[in-house]
Structures are given as structure tokens and as C-alpha cells.
């Protein structure tokens, strides 16, 4: 018997349905952002950069071992002095030494707090641009799916218009309807238009955003999930931001960085003191078959007692230094205050507002149906149904903005307090 070749070719695997892919969610997109971008590469590089300082600083205290040594050829005449010959030589210098650094008037503990604090301020700029990154990915997010859902309203809405136009033309040249009801339809459906052209534009955007912030396209995207826990009082959320915000945290560290300097300063007028140990080795240096070998061990010490007012204008910088960060500290917590308040109060406002809007758009769509059915038997124009449907978009659209806002919201909070990597 001969199967039919249309049934071998259903019987192959590309006839099965095509799989749904499956939408990304927001975690999947905030692992994108934060693989794909060049601030946190950046900070990366930042943060290695200053563990390296630190191990420089350190390694200031570490024991210093160097050789150093020449060889070369040559013809030493010292004209007959001391009944030495014209001879041609190899002279040779070899100098290996080792010294160990004993006190150093606290430049090296200056230097390594210093580079400690750096480090910390590093690592400190690598959670901020971490945080600002998850932040900036949330909103990518939630402005693609609304801009997507309003744009999708809006093109159903223009069906609905074009249709209500083409009736209302329809009827107009049946006499049914005057004049003014065509061109208030005509209107109403170019209204639409706009307002779809502006929806198709606010996604493109917002998709453009999202492509530069996770490096690919915003493919099928899951819904918006529930916004993250917050701190229950605005009290609760200032005192977190105190203790766990990154950017106040470094501005602090930026004061205990100039109080380092300040020691770093005065130590310049203090001795310095090593242990060192030294073997030379020397031929054909000063007339020929010269040698000299020498080993040598013992304390080295350098002390500046005048420097002509140098180390005076140090210490004076340095002091200044630390009443500027100082002055920065403080300009940062008021920064953070004010910030953590203004979250706090958007983040309520956008509940609030999504509470609101949902019953706005509850009630458009109720009075939409109701329009719609005093329309069908007479008892209202078509007009009051075009008003009411751009209505019920508006209270809809409206509703959306309010769901994305209130997400953005809550993850800028946490953001300002620190609860993002906890």
C-alpha cells in the first residue's frame, strides 16, 4: 500500500506545533542588565584597581631585597702612576642588599588606610552601579509592557473608531444622521490615530532602552510581578538608607580616607629608620687586577628637620581636605533624606494611585457597556459611545502607568536603602 506523501510529511517533526517560547521573566532581565553592562565592567575594573593599591600600600612595610651589578671591557693608563702599565680590563660591580623598613613615622599605616579606604569606597561604587543598573532594568521592563498594552488598547480602540466612522457614513447618506455626527465620527477615529502613533512610538523607545540595557531585543515578556517588600514606616527606610545606602556610605568613607591623610602628612616630619645588609663585589674598577669585596649589615635612617615650610602647607592641605569631606558627608545625608522621602512618597502615591485608577477603569468600562446598550436601542447618539470608549481607554491607560510606577517605585527604595543584595 502507498501512504500518501502528505501524510509522511505530517508524520515528520516540523509538522508538530511550533512550541510557545516562553516569555522572559523579570529575573531573567535583570541577570541580562547586569551581565551586559559597561558601568558595572567598569566598576569592576575600579574595584581591582584599588585592591592592587592596597597591596601596594601594604607591601610598603615588606622587607625590599635588589641586586644590581655591571660588567664590561675596557683599557684602564694610568700613566705609569704607581709603576702600573696600559692594560686592558673587565671591570665588574656587583651590589645585592636587602633592608627592612623598622619605623617610618606612621607613613605606612597612613598609606595602607588610605588604600584601604579606597578599596572600600571601590567596592562600595560597584554595589551602587549595581543597584542603579537593577533599578534602570525594572523600569525597561515595565515601561516595554506598558507601552505594549497601551498600544495594543489604542489599536483595538482604532478598529473600534474606524468602524463607528464607517457606519456613521453609512447612515449619513441614508439621511439617518446629519453632517456633524460624520465629521465628529471622522474626529474621533483620527484621535485614534493619533493616539496610536503615539503608543507605537513610546514602545519603540522603550524597547530601544531595553535593547541597550540587557544587549538583545525585548522578546514575549511575562506580566509584571508584585512589587517587592518595603520598609513598613518611612522612619524604618531613612535609618536603613543610614546604615546600608552605598553612596552615603562611600561619602563617609571619603572622611576617614582625608583623616588618613592628615596622618600621612604629619608623618613627613618624622624619621625613618631600616635594618639593611649588603654585600659588593668589585673588579678592575680603578686600576687593573683591582679587587674589593664587602659585606656590610646595620641601621639607615633619614630624618628632615627643616623643610622650608613643606611639610607645614601638607598638614594644612590635609586638614582642609578632611573639613571638605566632611562637608560632603553631611551634604550627602541630607541628599539621601530627601531622596529616601521623595521614594517613599512616590511609592505610596503610585499605590494609591493604582487603587484609584483600577476603580477608574472598572467604572469606564462599566459605563462604556451601558453606553453601548442605550446606544443599540435608541436611547443615545453614537457620539456618547465614542466618548465613552475614549474614556475607557484613558482610565485604562492610566490604570497601566499606575502598575508600572508603583513597581519602579518600590525597587527605587530599596535601592536608596540598601535592600537590593540583601
Not at 13 to 26: N, S, V
Not at 109 to 134: E, N, W
Request: glycine letters at 8%; hydrophobic letters at 45%.
Amino acid at each position: 500500500m502507498r501512504v500518501p506523501v502528505s501524510l509522511l510529511i505530517c508524520a515528520l517533526p516540523l509538522c508538530l506545533p511550533a512550541a510557545t517560547a516562553q516569555a522572559q521573566d523579570l529575573a531573567t532581565t535583570l541577570a541580562d542588565a547586569l551581565a551586559h553592562a559597561p558601568v558595572l565592567a567598569e566598576a569592576q575594573a575600579d574595584n581591582a584597581a584599588a585592591r592592587a593599591r592596597f597591596d601596594a600600600a601594604r607591601a610598603q612595610g615588606h622587607p625590599l631585597v635588589a641586586v644590581e651589578g655591571e660588567i664590561g671591557t675596557g683599557r684602564i693608563d694610568n700613566g705609569g702612576f704607581f709603576g702600573f702599565t696600559a692594560q686592558n680590563t673587565t671591570p665588574l660591580a656587583l651590589k645585592a642588599g636587602a633592608e627592612m623598613p623598622l619605623y617610618a613615622g606612621g607613613r605606612v599605616a597612613a598609606a595602607i588606610d588610605q588604600a584601604r579606604g579606597g578599596m572600600d569606597v571601590a567596592q562600595l561604587g560597584l554595589v551602587d552601579a549595581r543597584a542603579r543598573i537593577m533599578v534602570g532594568a525594572v523600569a525597561a521592563y515595565a515601561e516595554v509592557l506598558t507601552a505594549r498594552r497601551i498600544e495594543a488598547r489604542y489599536d483595538q480602540l482604532l478598529g473600534e473608531l474606524t468602524e463607528v466612522e464607517r457606519q456613521a457614513g453609512l447612515r449619513f447618506k441614508s439621511g439617518e444622521i446629519p453632517a456633524s455626527d460624520l465629521a465628529s465620527a471622522t474626529a474621533r477615529r483620527a484621535e485614534g490615530q493619533a493616539g496610536l502613533a503615539q503608543a507605537q512610538g513610546r514602545r519603540i523607545t522603550a524597547e530601544a532602552q531595553y535593547r541597550r540595557l540587557t544587549g538583545h531585543d525585548a522578546g514575549a515578556l511575562s506580566p509584571l510581578p508584585s512589587p517587592p517588600p518595603t520598609p513598613p514606616t518611612l522612619e524604618e527606610a531613612i535609618d536603613g538608607a543610614h546604615q546600608n545606602n552605598p553612596a552615603l556610605a562611600q561619602a563617609e568613607k571619603g572622611v576617614d580616607i582625608a583623616r588618613a591623610g592628615v596622618r600621612a602628612a604629619k608623618a613627613e616630619s618624622l624619621p625613618t629608620i631600616g635594618a639593611y645588609a649588603e654585600a659588593t663585589r668589585t673588579r678592575d674598577q680603578f686600576f687593573p687586577d683591582y679587587r674589593a669585596d664587602a659585606v656590610s649589615v646595620g641601621i639607615r635612617g633619614h630624618w628632615t628637620l627643616w623643610a622650608g615650610g613643606r611639610t607645614s602647607a601638607k598638614i594644612h592641605e590635609a586638614d582642609a581636605n578632611v573639613d571638605g569631606s566632611e562637608a560632603r558627608a553631611r551634604d550627602a545625608r541630607d541628599q539621601i533624606d530627601t531622596a529616601v522621602i521623595s521614594a517613599w512618597t512616590g511609592l505610596s502615591t503610585a499605590r494609591r494611585m493604582a487603587e484609584a485608577t483600577q476603580a477608574r477603569s472598572a467604572a469606564a468600562d462599566e459605563a462604556l457597556r451601558s453606553t453601548r446598550l442605550e446606544a443599540k436601542v435608541g436611547a443615545k447618539p453614537t457620539l456618547a459611545v465614542l466618548d465613552a470608549e475614549r474614556e475607557a481607554v484613558t482610565a485604562q491607560a492610566a490604570h497601566i502607568e499606575a502598575e508600572g510606577q508603583s513597581l519602579v517605585a518600590a525597587w527605587q527604595l530599596d535601592a536608596l536603602v540598601g535592600a537590593l543584595d540583601r
